[in-house]
């Protein structure tokens, strides 16, 4: 994850372990969260029906540590928490695994998947996080923690992260490796167990020597899935102002050509199984400072010139310099969902007094802008994310994820990616219409988009029109149908449509982001 960000508080070390739980039973889908300490929501208050899966975060390697292979975490700052995120996991049926990695957390991964020997103890190391633990609670180091599986977040293989992290073109030919003998330990200790082996991955596949490889389905056979971190593709790093997470690449030669679209083509042109893909979606914003009043433009675009100085985002941010890989004093940038319900919306399509809310047609997400100090958020919300659980659903990945789940708000956006589980009379995207604001030097009082608007009963569509025009042999749109093939045509009120995601009860219309594209008059 980018925004791993490693708790400054963690100083003590231990070799990290855990203990064996069953597999859940394959569902269809999987909801996959990302639990971490320092987001201050205590385990008792999970809502554990939720999520199918949850990943603690994290446990760390480091260069400055002698031992390259140690896995670091607090024994009592993670350890607690740890335990009781486990015994919970337990009583809801939901699978809990140890990440390791992260941005600044994966520092020795290159030089340990080089070597068998280093390989051999990493992977004693990690399998003390699935083990069970025949210890008594007080000792100083259990043998097992008891956890259900492992995901590895390594940023990333062949490809420069962190300033402090190792690299190397064999990166990725040296991680198969690793995986196969992980996997073969797992199973060799949990013969009637199933150990989960996961891991967080870029909208590319893994890089070789000449940059992302052509095949990566080898790597299949020890995944049981790898989630896709479709986000932190634009922002302070970004040459201009661009999306978070976007839906759809941007246009080129403005937008950075990453996307939830552009990663499951670029992974399954690769050979990888689109069924052992996630999605994954960010719960927060990125936010720059702009050049210019994004109010006043013609016309309107997400795409600006900023200053080079990241600003403050949410309240939560900070400038702190990381514990394990100083990579200067900066912010982030960064606004929880719930930050900006508190700060910036009235509701999750209302921006409150001082900003203005836009939606971008082609990527198909919000945005914000601040007049009073030029401040830029990109971010995604209720209808960015049913947008994307909707593909998702259509192009048959495993299920989501999401970083993290610390930032939600009175689980307004989790329970949008419970829609990956629909399978009949599922929740469609609701229509809303952006307007430019009216030029002013005052800040807006209130939002300049408008509220959504209800789609109402459908009219009995109109017959197809014979002949040999655009619309000859089209079925007309049935409110009762549901289209779950992408690109499927239908007519309604002498228009051609298509389907851009899943959708059933939607009526066709005029609006561009909408669900049917209108192809034009029969």
């Not at 922002?235 to 246009?251: L, Q, V, Y």
């Amino acid at each position: 994850m980018r925004l791993s960000f490693i708790a400054l508080a963690a100083t003590a070390f231990a070799i990290a372990s855990a203990a064996p739980v069953e597999k859940r039973a394959a569902s269809n889908n999987v909801v996959v969260g990302y639990w971490v300490p320092w987001g201050n929501v205590p385990v008792a208050s999970l809502d554990m029906t939720k999520y199918t899966h949850i990943n603690y975060g994290f446990g760390v390697t480091v260069k400055t540590n002698p031992d390259p292979t140690t896995i670091i975490f607090d024994r009592y700052y993670d350890g607690n928490n740890m335990r009781a995120l486990v015994t919970r996991g337990n009583q809801a049926g939901v699978p809990i695994l140890m990440s390791i990695g992260g941005w600044t957390g994966s520092q020795t991964f290159s030089t340990i998947a080089a070597d068998a020997g280093l390989r051999k103890k990493f992977i004693n190391n990690a399998m003390v996080f699935v083990r069970n633990n025949t210890l008594p609670p007080y000792e100083t180091t259990p043998d097992g923690w008891n956890m259900d599986g492992i995901d590895l977040d390594w940023e990333y293989p062949g490809r420069a992260g962190a300033i402090c992290n190792v690299y190397t073109p064999n990166d990725a030919s040296n991680y198969l490796v690793l995986l196969k003998e992980l996997r073969a330990q797992m199973d060799l200790e949990f013969p009637n167990t199933r150990k989960l082996l996961t891991a967080a991955v870029r909208v590319q596949p893994f890089d070789g020597p000449n940059g992302p490889l052509a095949d990566v389905s080898a790597f299949a056979q020890y995944f049981d899935w790898v989630a896709i971190m479709a986000y932190d593709i634009m922002g302070s790093w970004s040459a201009t102002t661009g999306p978070n997470a976007p839906f759809k690449n941007g246009p080129a030669g403005k937008a950075d050509q990453y996307s939830v679209i552009q990663a499951i083509d670029s992974w399954t042109a690769a050979k990888f199984p689109v069924n052992q893909l996630v999605v994954g979606t960010a719960f927060y914003g990125r936010s720059v400072t702009t050049t210019v009043n994004m109010n006043t433009q013609s016309p309107i675009t997400m795409y600006v010139n900023k200053t080079n100085v990241t600003p403050k985002g949410g309240p939560s941010d900070t400038n702190d310099v990381n514990f394990y890989c100083n990579e200067g004093s900066v912010y982030s940038g960064m606004w929880k969902w719930k930050e900006l319900r508190a700060a910036a919306l009235t509701t999750p399509t209302t921006a409150a007094a001082g900003w203005t809310r836009y939606w971008d047609d082609q990527t198909q997400t919000p945005w914000l802008f601040r007049q009073s100090d030029n401040t830029f958020v990109s971010y995604d919300d209720i209808q960015s994310l049913t947008i994307k659980v909707n593909h998702a659903k259509a192009a048959g990945v495993k299920g989501v994820m999401l970083w993290d789940m610390s930032y939600d708000y009175n689980g307004e956006l989790i329970t949008v990616l419970q829609n990956i589980h629909c399978t009949t009379n599922c929740p469609v995207n609701p229509v809303t219409t952006t307007v430019a604001p009216v030029t002013s030097t005052v800040a807006p009082a209130t939002s300049t988009t408008k509220a959504p608007t209800s789609i109402t009963a459908a009219p009995t569509p109109s017959p197809t029109t014979p002949g040999s025009g655009p619309c000859a042999g089209v079925a007309p749109w049935s409110s009762t149908t549901a289209y779950g093939t992408i690109g499927t045509k239908v007519t309604y009120g002498g228009h051609l449509w298509t389907n851009q995601w899943w959708t059933q009860g939607d009526t066709p219309s005029s609006v561009s982001w909408t669900v049917w594209k209108d192809g034009g008059a029969c």
